[in-house]
């Protein structure tokens, strides 16, 4: 009599087929499973340890590829780390050079008028030496002349020159007279496109940051603004600026009556490359530029149309 209940295991002989590798290679892994319970309660239970290689052997292959593809991956994040930040230098590069052709442009308006003014007080001179005018005290009030016109270009490529060699620091200055400065020297430019430019408060309020990059970050605004007033033929042609502040925020809002941002685009125009200009006119890297100086400020920049237009809000923490 055998009372142990095992004991019928002793019975069951274990052997080890031939080739039953081969024969279990081809099996899917529930397959495999169900090879494994299978020859658990049969006489091949030396399978088992076939099947185990089996299964680490795809284990391995496995883990081999994963950790090709973990490899790969890494390799391709470090690319694209590298291509966007190639990306952001090239933006920042053709952001520096539409804004430095805008300021061209800018200067030149500014210019033309002044040199016009000189070369007729140079012919006026000439043609009253030859009719016998000429007196010594109207040549003196001549000169008095030129030299406001000159004056006014210096006073100018001063303005501009501070654009192009920006200082690096940063400092605490008031929106209003940053704001002031920019639209004199657009002033010219603007009165030609019948665009007014007011600024509403009559109080000052002080920001802290690069006050260069703020400046550039108005003009962006303001010369996109103007862009869409010639393109849409508006005749009553009007930017706002103005700025109040809470508690914890100033904010700074720049409105338009141009019709507002076209709607395919209005969620992505803070993007690079981003426009709806003719190639030569737009680069689609202003409003990418001003959103990064926004950030640097430690604020945001956003967009919203009204009822006739568009509305840029610059929102920046107060001056500690
Ligand atoms: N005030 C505005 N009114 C209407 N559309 C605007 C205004 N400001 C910007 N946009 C739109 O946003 C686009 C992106 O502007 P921006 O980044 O400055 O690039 P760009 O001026 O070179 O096109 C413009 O092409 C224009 O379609
Ligand atoms: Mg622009």
């Given amino acids: ?129 030859e009719s016998g005018d000429l007196t010594l005290e109207s040549l003196k009030e001549m000169r008095q002349d030129m030299q406001v016109q000159i004056d006014h270009m210096v006073t100018t490529l001063r303005e501009f020159r501070n654009f192009f060699r920006p200082k690096k620091k940063e400092e605490t200055f008031g929106i209003k007279r940053s704001t002031q400065s920019v639209t004199l020297l657009v002033k010219d430019e603007f009165v030609k496109n019948n665009i007014t430019l007011r600024i509403v408060p009559e109080h000052e309020i002080l920001i802290y940051g690069n006050e260069n990059e703020f400046k550039h970050l108005v003009l962006n605004i303001i010369n996109n603004a103007k862009d869409a007033f010639n393109e849409r033929n508006i005749e009553k042609r009007e930017i706002i600026l103005d700025f109040t502040k809470d508690k914890k925020f100033t904010y700074l809002t720049i409105t338009d009556n141009a019709g507002g941002i076209p709607e395919h685009i209005i969620n992505d125009i803070f993007k690079p490359e981003i426009t709806t200009k003719p190639e030569g006119k737009g680069t689609g890297i202003g409003l990418y530029m001003s959103t990064q100086i926004a950030q640097k400020l430690g604020g945001i920049l956003s967009v919203k149309n009204t009822h006739n237009g568009a509305m840029f809000e610059l929102k920046v923490p107060h001056v500690i």
């Fill in 1 to 129: 009599m055998n009372d142990n209940p095992f004991s019928k295991q002793d019975d069951i002989v274990i052997t080890r087929r031939k080739n039953p590798k081969g024969e279990y290679a081809h099996l899917n892994t529930s397959e495999l499973l169900n090879a494994v319970k299978e020859s658990a309660h049969s006489t091949h239970r030396a399978d088992l340890d076939i099947l185990l290689e089996i299964f680490l052997d795809r284990y391995n292959a496995r883990q081999d590829e994963l950790d090709k593809l973990n490899y790969e991956l890494a390799q391709r994040v470090e690319l694209e780390v590298q291509k966007s930040e190639a990306n952001h230098k090239r933006f920042e590069q053709q952001a520096k050079m539409a804004a430095m052709g805008e300021m061209m442009d800018a200067v030149a308006h500014q210019w033309k008028q002044p040199l016009n003014a000189l070369s007729m007080m140079g012919d006026l001179l000439v043609s009253d030496y």
